[in-house]
């Protein structure tokens, strides 16, 4: 290809090694098949076994990789891309086949497929909140002791109601004569997005044994135990109204067993 009297290289380059050398530098630049990428890619533009060489790359979409390699990856919404890359590789010869002084240069031109991945999906504040609370599971029940409160990322527990309270890392309870219910509340905040998620927790009132007390005992004790008794005998002291003792475990009394004594 003859394109005038340019400048003498300081060597004698034949048309034949010209070529020879671009093909050498197509083997040095050349992408892979299927090249995929998420970041940016080098594209040489200089080869040092001839300086004089000229590389030069396009893109046929330097919005997604720019003629220098830099790459910039498509949102989630608009997909993976699909970009050509061009380079043109010119290398100059004074001298043609036949021996005979002649200034040309070679140069051809080859594609390189690239696919650039797009940015992986990125869910709302909405979405990752959500995404915590729907992962603690039902809580609600009744419940007759403490039990534990799961770690949630940004979560905030709190109570309305009776017989049950936040503690560190749990929740205690507190059983009275009386039933109980509570709303234990959840609340994730994540950037501007605040999610809730309640539970129903009832709390059982103690149950309360009654002892009448027929042999008019000036004092009663009861005395408690399943494997190991509670406390040293007699038990504990009770009071007496009217001939009765009513007496409220503070703990539920399944496989207790009781002896009122004086």
Not at 78 to 84: F, H, K, Q, S
Not at 158 to 174: H, L, Q, R
Not at 215 to 233: G, I, K, M
């Amino acid at each position: 290809v003859s394109c005038g009297t340019p400048s003498t290289p300081a060597d004698v380059i034949t048309e034949t090694e010209a070529d020879a050398i671009v093909e050498a530098i197509r083997s040095e630049v050349a992408l892979p098949d299927g090249l995929v990428v998420e970041s940016d890619i080098e594209l040489p533009t200089s080869y040092e076994a001839e300086p004089e060489a000229i590389i030069a790359w396009s893109s046929s979409n330097p919005s997604v990789i720019s003629n220098a390699g830099l790459v910039n990856r498509p949102t989630f919404e608009e997909g993976d891309a699909l970009v050509t890359l061009t380079v043109t590789i010119t290398m100059k010869y004074n001298q043609n086949a036949a021996g005979e002084t002649h200034y040309g240069r070679v140069q051809k031109v080859y594609s390189f497929n690239v696919t650039v991945t797009a940015m992986p999906y990125v869910p709302t504040d909405e979405e990752v909140a959500e995404g915590y609370l729907a992962a603690v599971a039902d809580l609600s029940g009744s419940y007759k002791d403490d039990f534990d409160l799961p770690a949630v990322t940004n979560g905030v527990w709190s109570v309305e109601g009776n017989g049950i309270e936040v503690a560190d890392g749990f929740i205690k309870v507190t059983r009275t004569a009386e039933d109980q219910a509570a709303t234990l509340t959840l609340t994730v905040t994540v950037g501007e997005y605040v999610g809730t998620r309640t539970f129903n927790i009832t709390v059982p009132a103690l149950v309360t044994l009654h002892y009448y007390n027929s042999n008019n005992w000036s004092t009663v004790y009861v005395y408690e135990w399943s494997v190991d008794p509670r406390v040293a005998w007699p038990g504990t002291k009770v009071d007496v109204v009217d001939g009765w003792v009513h007496y409220t475990p503070s703990y539920d009394p399944t496989g207790y067993n009781y002896i009122f004594t004086n």
